[in-house]
């Protein structure tokens, strides 16, 4: 038995869209999905909680509207020249989350969005250091990034 059945079919899946169908790469890809989904099971990943998954819809829009409105930011400082003005810079953030799960779809919230990037977690002191594009209030960022994501993730994981 598969311990990651959903796993196994999603990557049996890719690997027909990406090589075509035909009965080699059929078996080949069910071959593949099977020795992924047990290299799965012997990371022994935590399988995720998620008591209040109907907020997951809120926090992909959220996203979804971050990402489109920095691309444009971003996009405007490098058309108009505008670096001069504009002053990249490192903040840290304070986080409450612990959940891993958490945790990661965070780092991939932040890294997704242009401008900024997940450089370093520190366990001890839960914080995190990040690298913002245009920084001018590194209060302000701490804050969208504690209310805005964080604690819509605090009550999807916790």
């Known amino acids: 038995m598969l311990p990651y059945p959903l796993l196994s079919a999603s990557l049996v899946l890719m690997w027909l869209a990406l090589n075509g169908f035909t009965l080699g790469h059929l078996i080949l890809g069910c ?44 996009a405007s400082i490098l058309v108009t020249g505008g670096r001069s003005r504009h002053k990249a810079g490192f903040i ?35 914080t995190v250091l990040i690298h ?13 990034i504690k209310t805005r994501y964080e604690a819509l993730l605090l009550e999807i994981f916790e």
Request: glycine share 4%.
């Open 31 to 74: 071959i593949v999905s099977v020795f992924a989904s047990w290299g799965m099971a012997a990371l022994r990943p935590v399988k995720p909680r998620l008591p209040k998954w109907y907020l997951l819809p809120k926090l992909v829009g959220i996203v979804l509207y971050d990402i489109l409105r920095s691309n444009i930011a971003v």
């Open 92 to 126: 840290t953030v304070p986080l409450a989350l612990e959940n891993p799960t958490a945790l990661a779809v965070l780092a991939v919230i932040i890294t997704s969005t242009p401008g900024t990037a997940w450089l370093e977690y520190n366990s001890l002191s839960k």
């Open 132 to 144: 913002v594009l245009d920084l001018v209030d590194e209060a302000e960022w701490q804050d969208l």
